[in-house]
């Protein structure tokens, strides 16, 4: 067990435990009666058990979380909860995603989402493709309205690359549990801090975003362009999520699934833990978050409300110092090949609104 006692030494120090008060004070208020200053001065086993690891739902995680010794972006040695979620939503079934038939309706099927709009992958939605992106290559149908989706491990594999061969053009993707490696699916291990520290320049958001209460992990934006590009909808399901080879499920919207316990008044619910430590909330319509579309409240502290979904990425930076070397970064110099990724670097003044880095795969 690491030693929480020489936190206490400085100012800072005690700032960030005060952050993670409110986030400890956060959990626990739906229990208890009240939060008060005082428990910053809780034996440490008492602020551990009301950790946010206390959020993950039944199932949602492979292992026991571990507190490991880590270095954040900014230089600050702490300690950091090391988490693996099982890679498979605990509370809600995977899919469905693409639609069989143009006659497809909405509780059928999952749901696409490009940057803009958020639509239901009905058989109506696959018919409006020329119309929707005013292109009339866009065929996903036969003539007898079957929709061409990938219905082996080999067609979701070849039309799931970035490099889409010609034949899978005009596919509905979708990849299914069974097809991963062993038949099983893929766990993702984090190191977050366990008390946040913030920083004064957001950090663009890069996958994995953090890790949901349901056991999955939070991808960046979705590679949309590439997806639209190859005449092909990598369609989520209504969760956000989708399956990949690589990655297994993984969301990249935030739909309101996974949610754990009551909102306060004019709140909403957590549903996950970003890489920085801090808890993001369900999706609200406010004006009072900043660039990383986070605030802060007295009850919950600092936490952000995932973007609409619709916008394609849940966070698109962090205010707090991420674990160095955290999985997802890219090596010191850029990633290879020279070409930055979009949003890599400094973070823009208007981060807010740039869409997060986007994945190599769907
Ligand atoms: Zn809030
Ligand atoms: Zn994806």
Known sequence: MESYSNEQVSLDKMKSLHLSFFVVCTLTLLVLAGCSNKSVDEPAEHRVQKSPVDLFMPGALAQDVEIVDCTLSDGTLTSCYKITVVGTPTDH????????????????????????????VTGEFILNLPTIYNDDHWMLHDAQGDVRVTKTKEAFEAAARPDVAEEYENYCVEGRMEWLEGGKPVTTTVQIPISPVAMDVPTPARAPLGVTFNGVRIDAAAPVDAILGAYTIAAFDDCGGHVNPFEGYHVHAATGCGEVGEALQGETPAFAIAMDGYLIHSGQDRDDLDACNGHTTEEYG???????????????????????????EPPRGGPPGGRPPRGAGPAPADAGSAPPVPHDHH
């Not at 693409?98 to 940057?115: F, K």
């Not at 916008?311 to 160095?324: D, E, F, K, T």
């Open 302 to 328: 600092y936490h952000y409300h995932a973007r609409p979904a619709e916008l394609n990425g849940v966070l698109s930076c962090y205010m707090g110092a991420i674990v160095q070397g955290a999985q997802g």
């Open 93 to 120: 079934k995977v899919g469905p995603f693409c639609p069989r038939t143009t006659s497809a309706t909405a509780d059928e099927v999952g749901i696409w989402l490009d940057g803009e709009k958020l639509y239901d």
